[in-house]
């Protein structure tokens, strides 16, 4: 039978693994491999994914590949590994003194004056970002990996200036996998990136599967220290880990912390820094078993590692790390070491024999491998906890969060709620407070300049181009920073990945994961938080594909021109109309998105084998310090091209085409520009070049839409325009070019030539959409 048919509650052993490539990779290495023990936890409330409980923690899967994974049904699950009744309370020394794990004390120190530069790498969720905001304190510089949009984070530890520390993407294993894994990988890999040690962050109430990644890193024989975090929840619960042992076992310094509580960070910082300095290398890289499978990983991984050696060194690659990398069938790796047809023949055979005498293909007998080594290591050191408070008080909240009837309606409850308290209170409340500040900053300098007797265009410049365009985007602030505080306490709360986890099904009927609900959502709100929003994204075809569908999510700005239009012409039938064309959005972005699918985005959404984390309680730093990353991510870069937009806009209204200043803003180039588009509007019924002006000055802000109108309309819009012009200008308006803000956004996230695609791109998309719309209610007698 086959994982899919076991009911909720049943437990089976795992006999097979189906499906191939990366994909069977990612299974394996999150620990589904033959002899595994995996019990059903739940169905998502539309029926697929399933959430699984397997080594310890909770995974999810879509029935789809579970359909791939062979079981035999149990009636119990066997002890996942046998308890160590008794630790010894032992001391755990400190650095320097006896029982300490430290291989080359004071021998052949890095030259003083070298900076040590640290990779922090672990599991996502394992506490990495705590980690980091403790170690830096406040001195950290975010940028992007060169030539990818991966969040990259680095800074000196605190009272170190010698150092530079890196918080990598969190990874499961060195597989590379999602864009995020490769970045990783490729980081410590790499010969021009390698950092001088590691700090491998291990969640230790999931030691197991944090572990899987432990032991690749070993491989590379890169010092290395390991961070043992969330200790205060082992010891919490009556769970006890035998450090000593560990790090005997391990061949590394381990050190138990608890980030939050930043206890044992100091420690840690020792550590790290002597491992540096001293290249203190892991001393244990060998995790075979003569006994396992008798013998056949171990005899194959250390043949091919004699024959590979030469070449691995010529590659600048860590032997067994390499060894172990093409025994596993990793064709990057392979490649890497240009062996000739000879060797890999060779190769071939040792492989197959293992194969054959192990009853295991490649892969699977690698990481089965690997988590017997790790089961030893539990064994040994790890007193469980019987069940920890944080794992029942995350069952509790799961049965209503992700309940089968009240999981959607809770989601739709708490981002009504988000968006209340940020359009509608806090938002609003500080929008307001900065529109004041900008207007009254405004008037000083509109009056300082008339007392300057400045020079009246360059004046306007400041007054009417700079302070009125960057002012209404700059207004955008506190919701961006607000949306960013509710949604930095659902991601690292565990909240996101539940949404991911019920929202699956629906979203993967249109080519995407679970995970692109939440951008979308909040661009109902705005655009230029949904687009940033997109980073949490883990696969980048998912990250572009939602960032081009979230601008068809009608914006809050949006609303002034509904309302404005609504009360000209279709009094007493807003509820209607607003309600239309919010729906309007969202069946042209499904519509698209399938476009996509069979198209530019072609292939598959991420498969979604995901962990399901327990809910914690976020920290203060790590939401305040995204708040602070976002708002400056939002002023500095966004403000380059708001800037030149804002100026450009300023110039096309003020000057004629002989570059004297106009009085009648239909001389001006911008009124000329409106006239010469007027054609492509004719055939909708908007062909008047008031109207083309609005629209266009819509691109800076859409409020700016309706003043706009009212400016050039003197006489009144509903002289200019039927109900059917005014219904058609509402289609396009909902559906047309992203504003200024969110285009620079969206640059920042894909680069200048998929921004200026998106513009184009919408505003054709509008016009047809409204076209067609004009077309049925001139048929139906509007
Ligand atoms: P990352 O995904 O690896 O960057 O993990 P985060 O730093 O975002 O942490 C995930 C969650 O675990 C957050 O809610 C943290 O507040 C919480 N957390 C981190 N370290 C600890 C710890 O030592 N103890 C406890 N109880 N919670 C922690
Ligand atoms: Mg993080």
Request: proline fraction near 4%; aromatic fraction near 8%; hydrophobic fraction near 45%.
């Amino acid at each position: 039978m086959t994982l899919k048919e076991l009911k909720i509650g049943q437990s089976a052993v795992i006999t097979s693994v189906g499906g191939e490539g990366a994909l069977r990779q990612h299974f394996l290495d999150m620990g589904v491999i033959p002899g595994a023990e995996v019990t059903v936890v739940k169905y998502a409330p539309m029926g697929d994914p399933m959430e699984l409980q397997i080594h310890g923690y909770e995974l999810t899967l879509r029935l789809a590949d579970a359909d791939q994974i062979g079981v035999e049904s149990i009636e119990e699950r066997s002890n996942p590994h046998k308890r160590i009744d008794r630790i010894d309370d032992s001391y755990h020394p400190g650095l320097g003194e006896d029982g300490k794990y430290h291989s080359k004390e004071n021998e052949d120190p890095l030259p003083d004056g070298t900076v040590l530069t640290y990779a922090l790498v672990g599991n996502q969720n394992s506490g990495k970002t705590t980690l980091f905001n403790q170690l830096t304190g406040s001195n950290q510089h975010v940028g992007n990996f060169p030539g990818v949009t991966v969040d990259r984070k680095d800074g000196p530890i605190k009272g170190h200036a010698d150092t530079l520390i890196t918080d990598l993407p969190g990874i499961y294993s060195m597989s590379p996998y999602s864009s995020e894994e490769i970045v990783s990988r490729n980081f410590v890999l790499d010969y021009e990136t390698r950092p001088t040690a590691i700090i491998n962050i291990v969640d230790a109430t999931n030691i197991e599967r944090n572990m899987y990644l432990t032991i690749q890193l070993l491989e590379m024989g890169i010092p290395m220290v390991v961070a043992l975090n969330m200790m205060d929840e082992v010891t919490g619960n009556g769970g006890a880990i035998d450090i000593n042992k560990m790090e005997d076992m391990l061949g590394v310094p381990v050190v138990p912390i608890s980030a939050a509580k930043n206890q044992g960070v100091d420690e840690l910082v020792d550590h790290a820094l002597h491992i540096a300095k001293y290249q203190e290398r892991p001393t244990r890289q060998d995790f075979c078993s003569k006994d396992d499978h008798g013998g056949a990983i171990h005899r194959a991984i250390h043949a091919v590692q004699h024959i590979i050696e030469d070449h691995a060194d010529k590659a600048g690659l860590p032997v067994r790390f390499a060894a172990v990398k093409v025994v596993e069938g990793d064709p990057l790796i392979t490649e890497q070491l240009k062996l000739d047809d000879n060797e890999l023949e060779m190769i071939e055979h040792v492989v197959l024999q293992m194969e054959r005498e192990g009853g295991m293909d490649r892969s699977a007998a690698i990481a089965d491998m690997r988590f017997d080594f790790i089961e030893r290591v539990c064994e040994n050191t790890v007193r469980k906890p019987r069940e920890s408070k944080e794992r029942i008080r995350s069952e509790r909240i799961d049965s209503i969060l992700t309940g089968k009837w009240t999981a959607i309606p809770c989601f739709i409850g708490i981002m009504g709620l988000v968006f209340v308290l940020t359009f509608n209170v806090i938002g609003l409340f500080f929008q307001d407070l900065l529109e004041k500040g900008i207007g009254a900053l405004t008037d000083v300098v509109d009056s300082a300049l008339t007392a300057g007797n400045v020079n009246e265009v360059i004046h306007g410049l400041i007054i009417g181009g700079i302070f009125e365009g960057v002012g209404s985007v700059l207004s955008f602030l506190p919701i961006v920073v607000t949306m960013f505080f509710f949604l930095s306490i659902m991601e690292d709360s565990g909240y996101i990945a539940r949404v991911a986890f019920f929202m699956d099904k629906l979203l993967r009927k249109i080519g995407l994961s679970g995970r692109s609900i939440v951008p979308m959502l909040i661009g109902f709100g705005c655009t230029v938080p949904a687009v940033m929003a997109t980073r949490t994204l883990p696969s980048r075809r998912d990250r572009r594909m939602t960032i081009l569908l979230t601008p068809f999510m009608s914006c809050s700005a949006k609303i002034p021109i509904y309302g404005f239009f609504v009360s000209a012409f279709f009094p007493g039938k807003g509820g209607l109309i607003m309600i239309g064309l919010y729906l309007l959005g969202v069946i042209v972005a499904i519509l698209v998105a399938l476009l996509f699918k069979n198209s530019l985005f072609k292939g598959e959404a991420v498969p979604f084998v995901m962990e399901l984390p327990n809910y914690r309680m976020p920290g203060a730093k790590n939401v305040l310090r995204l708040m602070w990353e976002k708002a400056k991510d939002f002023i500095t870069r966004a403000f380059s091209v708001i800037l030149v937009a804002t100026v450009v806009v300023w110039f096309l209204k003020t000057f004629d085409m002989h570059l004297g200043l106009v009085e009648d803003s239909s001389q001006s180039i911008m009124g000329q520009l409106a006239g010469v588009l007027v054609p492509i509007f004719e055939p909708l019924g908007l062909g008047d070049w008031r109207i083309v002006t609005s629209l266009i000055s819509g691109f800076m802000a859409k409020e700016s839409v309706v003043a706009t109108m009212e400016m050039l309309f003197k006489e009144g819009i509903t002289s200019a325009l039927t109900a059917l012009s005014a219904a058609t200008l509402l289609v396009y308006s909902l559906l047309y070019t992203p504003c200024v803000a969110a285009v620079a956004s969206i640059k920042r996230e894909m680069g200048g030539k998929w921004a200026f695609g998106v513009v184009i791109w919408q505003c054709a998309v509008a016009w047809v959409v409204a076209l067609i719309f004009k077309l049925i209610l001139a048929g139906i007698g509007l």
